[in-house]
Structures are given as C-alpha cells and as structure tokens.
C-alpha cells in the first residue's frame, strides 16, 4: 500500500509531466534532429546552423540526452536511434510536423479550466485558426500520424473491399491531408478517390497527392460538407476524424448526406479510436473528449453505441466493426446503404 508522500509524488510527477513535453516540444522545434543527422556535434556547431544560444542549446541537449533523444559523447551529441527515426525530417517513421504543432496544443490546453467553467471552446484557441500557416501546420501534423496508421486499415477493409466486383469509387469526407485515400489507392489498383475538404485544407492536399506515385487516381475537391454537395454514386466513404468535431445533430445529418453520396450496398466506414463502448475505461478517450471540448464547437469521443446509433437513424444496415492492426489504433464502424431491391 502506498504512502502519503508517495501519493504526492505521483501528483508531483503527473503536475510537472509537461517539462518532458516542452523540451521534446523545443527539440523539434529548433530541428535539432536534422541538425544532427550527419553525426556528432558540439553545442556550438549546432546553435550555430540554427539560430541559437550556444549555451543554452547544450542545456537542452543535455536534457533531451537524459530524455533518450540524443547519446553524448564528451561534448559532442549524436543522434539516438528513436530521434533518427521519428524527430527527423526523413525519418522512418517520422512525427516532426506533429511534435512541432503539439505546441499550439500545448497553448489551447492552457484554457482547459476556462472551457469547464463556460462548456464551450475557448474564443483564443478558435482566433488561433486564423493565424497564417495554421491549416498547413495542422495539416501536415495530421499526414505523419496517418502515413504510419494508414496501410494498416487499408489492409484492414480487404475483407469488404476484395469483394467489390467494378471499379471501386471512393470519396475521403473531410480527408484533410489524403494519406488514407493514398494508402488505399496503392493497395487497391481498381479505387480511385476523392479527397473532399474545405478550400484551405485542399491546397495542402494536393501537394501531398503530387508528390505520390498515385496521384493520377487521388484527386481533390474543394467544399463544406454542410451545406454543399458531395456528388454520388460512390462505393464507399470514409469519415475519419470527422465525427469528433460534430455534436449529435451535426454527426446525424452528415451521415444522412453521406448516405445520400453513396449507391446502393456502398459502405461508410467511420474511424472511431478515441472512445468505446459505454463505460468502457480508456484515458486516452477521456483526454481526446477535453481535446474536442478546447478545439470544436460540440464536438466530443463519441462512444461507439452512438456513432452505430446515429448510422442506424438515416438508414444503414450497421455491420460489424473492423480492429485495426497495429501501429494504428482503435475500430472502423461500418455502415451498409441496403441493396436496392430487385
């Protein structure tokens, strides 16, 4: 059994968790990574290609070699190999577009008492959005999380899409940076897609799908998916990451214009990863429900009994749920438009 004094240190220690997250935080900020991607360097050598204090970059470092960011040699840093693969530009499994924007985050969850006491999003954090390269930067944050999650859940949905007989037509609502249409156009040679999403998210976009080699099967279209149209005939919709910016009616009446886009059989697949069945246990989901709670206006986790609830609502035929494999995280909730009668 635990003591007082260690209780307080488990306080202590989730109190001051953010430390850790800022030096992280001003690691990839500096790009100190990239800066270290040829080998050792001195604190000098480094604060020196990227405008810094030279003292206090070997404070960080010393810190982000403590941490396991980088191996120290004397006076000289390299590279560790968690860094190389994930905090540089080229990475594996690089994450450094979104370790950079976790800053902005780490700015909105300042408001977090704010946005308890009033049950709304903060007026700061929806200003911030505005700010010049926001949509890129969130973007772009968005696209390093989805390049590693993404050939996992195309593999994931073979099951259902093996089995379509034609030409797969697939439109990605609200698909932000294209990765999961771009994942499923190189497993699928027959699917071509549409990346729907707002005017300044799709000039990003179209960058990203440029510079794939299945950019002559991805294309994009401007629009707001309240209020203009999404086209038809599609096989298949993906919502990911949509849902959880939408409160109950809004989440209601986007799927039934997502019903409407699709033919008849067509499936909408939507990602629910952040919240489970009700009463489940799942921190993540809690703190993703607070996250929703800073950034959108209604927006939440929804648990997964809702999500197929609401499907159900408009008329769809709700199948069973798909895990998806790791790396990525959670389950796609599938809903079946129903066949159209012989």
């Known amino acids: 059994m635990s003591t007082p004094f260690e209780r307080s ?29 040829l080998g050792e360097r001195t604190p000098g050598e480094i604060a020196a290609e990227v405008g810094a204090d030279p003292s206090s970059v070997g404070r960080l470092l010393h810190a982000a070699a403590l941490l396991g960011l980088v191996e120290a040699d004397g006076e000289r840093y390299r590279n560790s190999p968690l860094t190389t693969d994930v905090l540089t530009t080229d990475g ?64 994931a949905l073979a099951p259902l899409l093996d089995r379509v007989d034609h030409p797969i037509r697939l439109i990605d609502v609200g698909g932000g940076h294209g990765g999961y249409s771009i994942a499923l156009a190189r497993r699928y040679p027959r699917l071509t ?88 246990a799942n921190l993540s989901g809690a703190l993703f429900d607070l996250q929703m709670l800073l950034a959108t206006r209604g927006g939440g986790a929804h648990e997964r009994d809702d999500t197929e609830a609401w499907m159900r609502q408009v008329g769809f035929e709700v199948m069973p749920p798909i895990e998806v494999p790791e790396p990525a995280t959670g389950r796609l909730l599938i809903g079946r438009v129903p066949a159209a009668p012989r």
């Open 193 to 280: 897609a549409v990346v729907y999403d707002l005017p300044p998210v799709v000039e990003v976009t179209r960058e990203i799908v440029a510079a794939t080699d299945v950019a002559d099967r991805v294309t994009v279209q401007a629009g707001d998916f309240h209020v203009d149209p999404m086209g038809g005939g599609h096989d298949v919709a993906l919502l990911f990451g949509v849902l959880v910016g939408e409160d109950t009616e809004r989440s209601v009446r986007l799927l039934e214009t997502v019903r409407g886009s699709l033919r008849p059989g067509g499936l909408a697949v939507v990602r629910s990863h952040h919240a489970g069945r009700h009463g489940e």
């Open 9 to 37: 240190r488990v306080v202590s220690d989730m109190l001051q968790g953010y430390r850790r997250a800022q030096v992280l935080i001003a690691f990839a900020a500096l790009g100190l990574g990239d800066a270290l991607r």
């Open 92 to 155: 594996a499994a690089s994450l450094l577009n979104f370790v950079r924007r976790e800053s902005a985050f780490y700015q909105r969850w300042s408001h977090l008492t704010d946005a308890v006491r009033s049950g709304e999003r903060p007026e700061a954090n929806r200003r911030d959005e505005g700010e010049a390269d926001w949509v890129r930067g969130f973007t772009l944050a968005l696209y390093d999380t989805a390049r590693i999650a993404a050939p996992g859940i195309a593999a």
